[in-house]
């Protein structure tokens, strides 16, 4: 059995501690484990598999021998290091926007589209958290019946936004009910000028503005899930629009998923059923037991939990739904190593041209 | 000139105290002011004015001699008190769901169709705190363009669902700061049988489930906003769905709006030129320069906040926006209080048949 030199660009942030236990956990055969940061973090020891593993100041050299990357350390490094590492031989999994609508760049949903794998060359990239677990839950509905139109509104978690933001609304949170001042030197996005408090707030922007007034995050939305659902299929269109809201809980994105099936005979039930029987997918749809997805249940799985699906009454084939997944962990770190685990599969740890 | 005595019933609660502020601030001439409420709650003393006055205990006689009723102390209390209110002679403005489809009683959103109150039968509904603000914003739009669908996801403030809700979050917002776990008693809503902690979580369930799997407060906005907008106009139909969901905020309901005008002809600068020239409104929509609809800047103010307005780039015709407003005083004691200055103000405090 092939055993494979794995690195982990990023290993110290919230996503990439997460790729840690997750990778522990996977069934990909780890030879040896590189855990690489910036240089701030080099030096610091982390724990895989009883072993202590010192982390490295990630450099080109870094990736020399290394097999496989799980990358999670901002797009402007992705940029800068996985062609590094894609020249040294290496097959990356990134978890950042840096290639994400690139044509050679699969965009894969395990599940969705792990076919996609198959056409890589060197960079596979991971999803935005939002559209992951948006995708995943439609996946089985667009299936059977199609799917003509998306309008999404999303519940985002701070946590999405890295430690130091979590770290902030939980200040502000104790501020508030110390009866003190809110700081803001984060949230909504750091990329940003502007701050505001976050703690008992919400604030429209994920990400920062477009010039048609829309979000990067919300085009995000828009265009991966285009590109996850219609990849290689002459599906016809899907028209999709989405406000993505940053909202005061740690983990764990909801989203009110409005939609419109192309075979308007699907009933409420006939989807609550293609939803329970997908794997990896958990339907908690259960009104007269007050039974719905919520963040802190969540919060640690790696399911997608899907509730609250109805009909709208006043539109033949539209429905509506709520979903909710862990965003570190459905929405990056396992979707991630899923992706790994495709490729080690699917024997496809290995430049393909 | 005429001056009125006035009676608030529910003046104890998170909303009756604003209704006192806001009847301190309005244009009636208060003759004499009556503080009613629950047994429980009588011989408090409040302030009106540099008047201090008792809190009565509600009874059917409380009325005898009050011309107008602002009452805001829940839905079985109203149904039973103010058709004696009526009885004795006083017009009553009902901040609960208690009248509000009943056909006889005007369901007023002061500016949008407060001619309607012309139409009184002693009662008079205040609009459900989420469809008020959410109204408001598209009144203007509909009035230049029409509307032909909307689509709307809530993200609610606790302080919606009463001052023992709202201080049961706060107190599990300082339980998850000390590591402690989190109790739930109130929410979603003390009239169901299964509480959930609400600090840093989201409960998509406002009010109690009706069979289709809608909650009530859903419902409430679809029917509402019908009311509201085509009462006795031929304007066609209008389709409406809601998801409502309650959020980690103590003041000011969030909402996207998804809206398609009948004049496809709107354009995103034109609905702006409307939102901001409409007295109530205030336009908050500079993404260069991140200016949007915040709860925390919304909190304390009585107009409703509107930004992120931009167009669905593949329907024609169809927008999108986010509306802010405070649940307390413009989804509930400011526009009651508004409610009985225009019946003051067209001296409507009588009977009218």
């Not at 076919?115 to 992951?132: D, F, M, V, Y």
């Not at 399911?303 to 429905?319: K, L, S, Y």
Request: negative net charge; contains cysteine; proline residues 4%.
């Amino acid at each position: 059995m092939r055993e494979y030199v794995v690195a982990i660009l990023g290993a110290t942030g919230a996503v990439g501690q997460r790729l840690i236990s997750e990778l522990e956990q996977s069934s990909i055969p780890v030879k040896k484990l590189k855990l690489l940061a910036s240089k701030r973090s080099a030096g610091k020891k982390l724990k895989f598999k009883n072993q202590e593993i010192t982390v490295e100041e990630a450099q080109p050299d870094s990736f020399n021998g290394v097999d496989l990357v799980l990358s999670s350390a901002g797009g402007a490094i992705s940029k800068k290091l996985l062609p590094e590492a894609v020249k040294r031989g290496a097959v990356c999994v990134d978890n950042t926007s840096a290639y994400r609508m690139e044509d050679d760049v699969p965009l894969v949903v395990p599940g969705v589209n792990d076919k996609e794998l198959a056409n890589h060359h060197g960079i596979i990239a991971n999803p935005n958290c939002s559209t992951i677990q948006m995708v995943a839950a439609l996946y089985p509905i667009y299936q059977r019946w199609g799917i003509k139109q998306i309008i999404v509104s999303t519940y985002q978690a701070v946590s999405g936004a890295g430690k130091a933001a979590w770290d902030e609304m939980l200040n502000q949170a104790q501020a508030r009910l110390n009866h003190q001042d809110l700081k803001a030197e984060i949230l909504p996005t750091a990329a940003d000028k502007r701050h505001y408090p976050m703690a008992f707030n919400l604030l429209p922007q994920i990400d920062v503005f477009e010039d048609d007034g829309y979000t990067h995050e919300e085009w995000k939305m828009i265009h991966e899930t285009k590109k996850i659902l219609l990849n290689d299929q002459n599906a016809g269109e899907i028209k999709v629009t989405a406000t993505c809201v940053r909202v005061p809980i740690e983990i764990g994105h909801g989203e009110t998923v409005y939609f419109v099936v192309k075979d308007s005979s699907a009933t409420t039930a006939e989807i609550q059923e293609e939803i329970a029987k997908t794997s990896g997918l958990v339907l908690q749809d259960d009104p007269s037991k007050q039974v719905y997805p919520q963040p802190l249940l969540a919060a640690g799985k790696r399911e997608t939990f899907v509730g609250r699906i109805r009909q709208d009454q006043e539109n033949d084939g539209a429905f509506q739904m709520w979903v909710v997944a862990d965003n570190l962990l459905r929405g990056a770190a396992s979707n991630t190593v899923e992706i790994a685990e495709c490729l080690v599969r699917d024997d496809l740890v290995h430049q393909t041209n």
